[in-house]
Nanobody
Framework: QVQLVESGGGLVQTGDSLRLSCAASRRTSSSYAMGWFRQAPGRVREFVAAINWNSAIISYGDSAKGRFTISRDNAKNTVYLQMNSLRPEDTAVYYC????????????????WGQGTQVTVSS
């Protein structure tokens, strides 16, 4: 069982940056891929980014490419999402997720989820 706790969300203006963090309750460095997803009101959960256990494989959703960076610190059991050039359409609840081994862009393939952190970008 892996428990995940996100932090770092907040209210920012267009063009600002935020860094989200996701702390895992147990060691995830050996075999867990970590992902970030987001969900805006009335919309389906959307893939943002994912990273494999040793950071060798990274994948981004179209909305994140060129603006967001995912990284992880296995010594701290923490994964990060650096978000730059934020836009109002980035407003959503951002969720951290974990699964064993392969990176996946599909939310249903992640068994472990955090409670989410709200990101609001004002225009």
């Amino acid at each position: 069982q892996v428990q995940l706790v996100e932090s770092g969300g907040g209210l920012v203006q267009t063009g600002d940056s935020l860094r989200l963090s996701c702390a895992a309750s147990r060691r995830t460095s050996s075999s867990y891929a970590m992902g970030w997803f987001r969900q805006a009101p009335g919309r389906v959960r959307e893939f943002v980014a994912a990273i494999n256990w040793n950071s060798a494989i990274i994948s981004y959703g179209d909305s994140a490419k060129g603006r967001f960076t995912i990284s992880r610190d296995n010594a701290k059991n923490t994964v990060y999402l650096q978000m730059n050039s934020l836009r109002p359409e980035d407003t959503a609840v951002y969720y951290c997720a974990a699964r064993r081994y392969p990176v996946s862009t599909i939310a249903a393939e992640y068994p472990y989820w955090g409670q989410g952190t709200q990101v609001t970008v004002s225009s």
